[in-house]
C-alpha cells in the first residue's frame, strides 16, 4: 500500500515538477561548483573567456543537434521555435569581444556524443530543461560579470543575459507550459525525459568544469 500511494504521489506531479525533483541533487551540485569557480576573487577576464570556450564547446554542437531534432515532424505537437532559443552566436560575440578570432573558435573542441543521447523528442525536452533553466541562473551571472569585471551584453556577456531580463521569464513559462502539456499527453515520454535531464547534467559539469 505504501508503494502504490508513493507512486500516485509521483504521478500527479506535472512534468516540470517531477524534473524539478528528479534533478534537484545534481542542479545543486553544479550550482555549488559554478559558484565557487566564477564568484571568487580570482576569477578574472582570462578565466571568463575560458569558461565561455567551454560552453561554446557545449551549445554549439547541442545547438546542431536541437535543430536535427526539431526538423522531425513530432516536435511541432510541442509547439516551441527554437530559433528564439539559440544562443551560440551570442557565444560567438562574446568571445570575440574578449579578443577571440573567428579562426580561434572555429578551433575549439567540441564535445562529442549528442548523437547517442539526444535524438527523440521526450529526449530533447529533457536536455532543454537543462539549457532553459540556465537562462534563469545566467542572470546573476551576467550580474555579478557587470559588477566585478565591468562586462556586460555588450562587450561580453550576451550569452548569460540570454532574452534579456524581461523575457527571460516569460520564455520559461512557455517552456514549461509546453512540458507540461506534452508530458500529459504521452505519459510514457516522461521515464525519458527524466533521464535525459539527468544526463544532461551529468555530461554538462563534467564536460565545463572537469
Sequence with gaps: MVMSAQGEE??????MEQLRSATHALHEQLDGRMSSHIFVDSFGCEEYRRLLEKFYGFYQPLEQQFD???RNEA????GLDMSERKRTAQLEADLLSLGATEEEIKRLPLYQGFERILSTVP????ALY????????????AHRLEKTLGINSQNGSAFFRSYGPHA???????FCERVNSYAEHHPEARGEILDTANAMFREFEHWILA
Design 168 to 174: 527571460v521569464k516569460s520564455m520559461w513559462r512557455l
Design 75 to 78: 516536435w511541432n505537437e510541442v
Design 123 to 126: 529526449q530533447m525536452l529533457g
Design 130 to 141: 537543462v539549457a532553459e533553466g540556465s537562462t534563469l541562473g545566467g542572470q546573476f551571472i
Design 68 to 70: 536535427a531534432v526539431a
Design 10 to 15: 509521483v504521478r500527479s506531479l506535472n512534468m
